[in-house]
């Protein structure tokens, strides 16, 4: 705020003190000079709250207030993506949809597979279990993708992880 645009909120008894020289205006001049941080840092605020340009130290803050508080290991870029796309895996959570998007926002990858009808033992489908097929190359991300699908699956359901392709049955 401007030492003018101050000068016009004061009461009109200081307005009409105000003169050249006057201690008025030495002390109007210095808090013009002391909001002159404050206003740079509110020119920029929209940056703070948009995940693809805040500070790196930032991102994560903006992570746990969209309820993304996972390590994530493929970098800094995939997180600022989750944290946009935290309204979309909002809407879809414990959904094969929600899932399948949570994994490749996080990771970068559309390549994920999930099979929701696993053969048991006895050749039928197990009940509330899937089977989460990952590129061979994320297997160093492991503890992240289990703990994703830990997060975004149903309760009830379990899950096994898979990386690189499975084996085909009968195959030796």
Known sequence: MRSAEILRLLPGVFQRT??????LL????VMD??????EAALEEL???????RAPERFVPFLARWVDLDLPVTTGLGRLRELVAAGVELSRWRGTARGL???????T??????????????????RPFHIRVR????????????????ELEKPAYVTYELHFGQLPQPGAS
Do not use: C, N, W, Y
């Open 33 to 38: 000079v002391l909001h002159v941080p404050s």
């Open 108 to 125: 970068g990858r559309k390549d994920f597979e999930l099979d929701e009808r696993v053969p048991g033992p006895d050749g039928l489908p």
């Open 26 to 29: 030495a002390l109007l001049g």
């Open 134 to 149: 990952a590129p061979a190359e994320l297997a160093p991300h492991r503890p992240m993708l289990e703990r994703i699908i």
């Open 100 to 106: 399948l998007l949570f994994l490749s926002t996080a």
């Open 18 to 23: 105000a003169r050249q020289g006057s201690p």
């Open 46 to 52: 929209d940056a703070l709250f948009d995940p693809r």
